[in-house]
């Protein structure tokens, strides 16, 4: 018995494994098991986990070489990610939490923010965007016509997006 409970797990972490290499050989553009330290976000996303800037930093010094050079191997990238993803970090938050995050943005109450609103509270609160993570929020979040984020649709297609 606790011979196949020991070959589930290895099938559960070689599962693990091949999904990081995937995912990772997406941005080997080189093909050389190497990518950019600007892609590992990316990458980490890509694999269904959502970490801080923060704690996307904390895994880059986990996984970057003592002399950082600017790219990530792959050898590194695997047993950080494959912890990662087997103690399941940096999950997705939950619809009903974005849902009081947008609300408590919404000082009218009106189901909807404008444009101006969320740059500002996007860029000067908190851990701030990227000018990048700001421009992709918008091209998915705003109503092009209206130049409102309707918050309520937009944690449906995030949550879409997740699934």
């Not at 070959?7 to 693990?16: K, L, N, Q």
């Not at 996984?63 to 990662?84: D, S």
């Not at 943005?105 to 000018?131: A, I, S, W």
Request: proline residues 4%.
């Amino acid at each position: 018995m606790a011979q196949q409970a020991g070959s589930g797990e290895d099938r559960v972490e070689a599962e693990i494994e091949k999904k990081v290499i995937e995912a990772f050989e997406v941005f080997d553009h080189e093909c050389n098991k190497t990518v950019d330290v600007r892609e590992i976000g990316s990458i980490v996303r890509s694999l269904g986990c959502y970490p801080t800037e923060a704690e996307l930093q904390e895994l880059l010094a986990e996984i970057e070489e003592e002399e950082p050079t600017g790219y990530i191997h792959l050898e590194k990238f695997i047993p950080v990610m494959r912890k990662v993803l087997l103690e399941r970090s940096y999950q997705p938050i939950p619809e009903d939490v974005l849902l009081h995050a947008f609300e408590a943005l919404d000082e009218n109450k009106c189901g909807y923010l404008t444009k101006e609103q969320l740059v500002k509270y996007m860029t000067e609160e908190g851990e701030p965007f990227t000018q990048e993570e700001m421009e992709d929020m918008l091209s998915a979040a705003l109503d092009p016509e209206t130049n409102i984020i309707r918050y309520k649709d937009y944690i449906t297609l995030m949550i879409a997006d997740d699934a």
